[in-house]
C-alpha cells in the first residue's frame, strides 16, 4: 500500500486503569496498525457514556508517534452536554451520538487539512456523519464499521431508527468492515437489496494484536478456569450454576472472571453463597491488557457463555476472548449462539455445550479428566490461533480496497 495516504479513524473509546481502549484493546493496536499503513492517521476519540470526560479529542499520528491533540470546542457542548455523574456505561444517550456527528463535521472541516484519503466511522453515526463530508468533498473514501450490531439491539422505536441508521449507512458508505457475516445476511433478511449495499469485508476481533504466545501444559494452573469478559450478562448466572457442579467434584477448581462483572457482585452474591462456591470465585476487575494476557495463558480452560433466550452480541461479532483463548492455545467452552462456536466445533478446539449449566459442567469436567482430549484441544486451539494472527483479514480489506480503487 502506498504510504502517502492519510486515513481517520472515529470510534468510541473508555478508559480503564489508565489504559485507554478503542478497537481491539489498547489504542495502540490500531493507531500503531494504521500507522504502518498510512502516512498520516488521525483518531477522533469520543468517549462512551460512564467516563468522566466527555468531550471529543482527535490525536494526529505521524510515524507512529502523537504529533498533536486537540479537543473539540467548548461552545459546541450547548448541542450535546449530559452531566457525566448521571450517565452509565450501559446507556445509549441520544445527546452523545449527536456529539459524535458533531465532532466529527468539526474536525474534518477545520482542523484536518487536505482530503482523507480514507474514513473509518465505527457504527453507523459517524458513517452518517461521513456520507455529508464525502459531499463536501473533505473524504474519498468512506468505511463503515458495523460493529456492536444485532437486529434487535434495543426496544421497538429505538431499533427502528438504529435499524434504519444502519441501512442508511450500509448502502451509502464505500465499504463495509463486519466481524461476523450474519450481519449481512441479517441485513438481506430485513430486506435491504443486496445490490444496494457496500462491498464488505469480514475481520476478526482481536487478533493479531494479541502479544506473546502460549505456555507449555505444564505450566498452565490445573483446573483453573478463565472468564474474559468485559461486563456481567446472562451467561454469568449460567456459568455460576455449572461451576457448581464442577467444584463438587473438583473442589480445587477456581473461576476468574474479569472485567466489569465484579459490579455484579452484590447482586449476584447470595447465588454464590446458594451454590456454595464463594471460595472458588474471584472476581479481578478489570485488568490492564499485559495482566489479562498472563492470566488467560497460564489458566487451564477458556470460557465463552451466552444464554440463548436473550440478544447476544457474540451471535453478530467475533467474541474477543474466544480469538484471545485461541491465541494463548487454550480449550475454549463456548455456547452455540456464539459465531466462533463453529469453528471450535469444527476443528476440536475445545466443547460446545447448550446454555444450560448441566451442560457447561459436563463439558468442563470432560476437559478435566481427559488429558488426551485437553491435550488434542490445546493443540487445535494454539494452531487456530497461530493461523489467524499469520492471516490477517485486516491486510486482505486493505488489498481489496486498493483492487477497487478505494485506495
Known amino acids: 500500500m502506498p504510504s502517502n495516504k492519510s486515513v481517520l479513524l472515529s470510534t468510541y473509546i473508555n478508559t480503564v486503569n489508565d489504559e485507554t481502549y478503542a478497537l481491539f484493546g489498547p489504542i495502540e493496536n490500531i493507531t500503531g496498525y494504521l500507522c504502518r499503513k498510512f502516512s498520516d492517521v488521525y483518531m477522533i476519540s469520543q468517549p462512551m457514556s460512564g467516563e468522566a470526560e466527555l468531550t471529543p479529542v482527535l490525536t494526529y499520528y505521524k510515524g507512529g508517534k502523537v504529533v498533536w491533540i486537540k479537543r473539540m470546542p467548548k461552545f459546541l457542548r450547548m448541542f450535546y452536554w449530559v452531566d457525566p455523574q448521571k450517565v452509565t456505561s450501559n446507556q445509549t444517550v441520544v445527546r452523545l451520538k449527536v456529539r459524535d456527528f458533531i465532532s466529527n463535521i468539526y474536525f474534518i472541516l477545520f482542523v484536518v487539512p487536505g482530503k482523507l484519503d480514507l474514513f473509518i466511522g465505527v457504527e453507523s453515526i459517524n458513517a452518517l456523519s461521513a456520507i455529508l463530508l464525502r459531499m463536501l468533498g473533505r473524504l474519498h473514501t468512506l468505511l463503515y464499521f458495523s460493529n456492536d450490531y444485532h437486529p434487535h439491539r434495543y426496544t421497538w422505536f429505538k431499533n427502528s431508527i438504529f435499524l434504519k441508521l444502519d441501512e442508511i449507512a450500509a448502502c451509502h458508505g464505500d465499504y463495509i468492515w463486519m466481524m461476523n457475516p450474519n450481519i449481512h ?155 466462533t462456536a463453529e469453528t471450535i466445533k469444527k476443528h476440536g478446539a475445545g466443547i460446545v455445550a447448550d446454555d444450560e449449566a448441566k451442560a457447561v459442567a459436563a463439558a468442563i469436567c470432560r476437559l478435566f479428566s481427559d488429558d488426551s482430549l485437553y491435550a488434542k484441544c490445546a493443540q487445535v486451539s494454539e494452531g487456530l490461533g497461530a493461523f489467524y494472527k499469520e492471516h490477517n483479514t485486516l491486510d486482505d480489506s486493505f488489498d481489496d480496497l486498493q483492487k477497487r480503487q478505494l485506495l
Not at 494484536?209 to 507449555?216: K, L, S, T
Not at 483446573?223 to 469478559?229: G, K, L, Q, S
Not at 465463552?304 to 480449550?331: N, Q, V
Request: charged fraction near 20%; proline fraction near 8%; include cysteine.
Open 185 to 339: 445476511e441479517s441485513r438481506l433478511e430485513r430486506g435491504l437489496d443486496a445490490r444496494r449495499l457496500a462491498p464488505h469485508h469480514i475481520i476478526h476481533g482481536g487478533l493479531p494484536f494479541f502479544p506473546g504466545a502460549p505456555v507449555p501444559l505444564v505450566e498452565r494452573k490445573k483446573n483453573r478456569i478463565v472468564y474474559a469478559t468485559r461486563a456481567g450478562h446472562q451467561g454469568l448466572q449460567i456459568m455460576l450454576e455449572a461451576l457448581s457442579v464442577v467444584a463438587g467434584k473438583y473442589p480445587d477448581t477456581t473461576l476468574y472472571i474479569t472485567g466489569h462483572a465484579d459490579r455484579e457482585k452484590p447482586q449476584i452474591l447470595p447465588l454464590m453463597q446458594k451454590l456454595k462456591i464463594s471460595e472458588n470465585v474471584v472476581f479481578t476487575g478489570f485488568l490492564k491488557e499485559a495482566e489479562l494476557n498472563d492470566l488467560v495463558k497460564c489458566s487451564w480452560i477458556g470460557v465463552a457463555i451466552w444464554s440463548c433466550d436473550s440478544p447476544a452480541s457474540a451471535t453478530y461479532g467475533d467474541p474477543e476472548k474466544i480469538r484471545r483463548y485461541f491465541h494463548f492455545g487454550l480449550p475454549v467452552v463456548s455456547t452455540p449462539n456464539a459465531f
